[in-house]
């Protein structure tokens, strides 16, 4: 059937609370954090299995579908980070990908209207991921972060509010540290919402951590 682009308005609602994790980010079973992250209320999930202890292979295929059913169970976006071949082959609702990835042009070409999401440091970034095609931007990192260990430096709400600052409205997504301490910070700064690994997956409930982040944003979001 005909599918067309998703409007900005509805990615925004998406945005707002932006759970992302690989088997590598939790000591727990990822499919019980995940459906505790979705009884908390998060708004979008991305499947990120990279870096040490990442599974590959079939293994991340597995692991990919089963997760990807606990979010169409509940209604929630599943985005692959990436990995645009996994993405395609168990027909996911999006994918993420970073500067050292695939040209984004070339990815929009290969994935049709699914949601493209770009990661971007720099103004310069934001314009050229714009101009390819990509549906929302992740922007940071906003504050240190041991998730990543090749993250860039971070650059608190500098560049979203640089972009706010030159009318470009797409929807954007901070990431990098991000906890209910420091959530609304981000919000202020002019991003739809917060993405997030460590805050959710290494949290004693993820359930109780991702309903404790929701709290905090949704008065600043409603002020934006
Ligand atoms: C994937 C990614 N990109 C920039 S920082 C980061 C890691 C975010 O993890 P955490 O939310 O645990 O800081
Ligand atoms: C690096 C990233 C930046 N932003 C988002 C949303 N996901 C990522 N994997
Ligand atoms: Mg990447």
């Known amino acids: 059937m ?37 009884q908390g209320g998060i708004t979008l999930f991305q499947f990120r299995e990279k870096g040490e202890g990442a599974k590959t292979g079939g293994e991340k295929e597995e692991l990919a579908r089963s997760l990807m059913q606990l979010c169409r169970n509940h209604g929630i976006p599943f985005i692959v980070n990436d990995d645009i071949d996994l993405a395609i082959a168990i027909d996911a609702d999006g994918v993420h990908v970073g500067q050292d990835d695939e040209d984004v042009a070339a990815v929009r070409e290969r994935i049709g209207d699914k949601i493209l999401g770009v990661s971007a440091h720099t103004l310069k970034e934001v314009e050229e991921a714009i101009e390819d095609g990509a549906d929302y ?40 540290g991000i906890t209910a301490e420091n959530a609304s910070f981000v919000i202020q700064s002019g991003a739809d919402g917060i993405s997030l690994i460590s805050a959710i997956s290494q949290a004693a409930s993820p359930k109780e951590s991702s309903k404790q982040l929701l709290e905090r944003i949704m008065v600043p979001l409603a002020q934006n």
């Open 2 to 38: 005909l599918e067309m682009r998703i409007p900005s308005h509805q990615l925004r609602d998406l945005l707002k609370l932006y759970f992302i994790m690989g088997s590598q980010n939790t000591d727990k079973d990822p499919r019980f954090v995940l459906e505790e992250a979705i």
């Open 137 to 176: 931007l992740g922007i940071g990192p906003i504050f240190p972060t041991g998730t990543k260990p090749d993250a860039k430096k971070p650059q608190g709400d500098t560049l979203i509010r640089a972009v706010r600052k030159e009318k470009i409205d797409i929807p954007i997504v901070g990431i990098g």
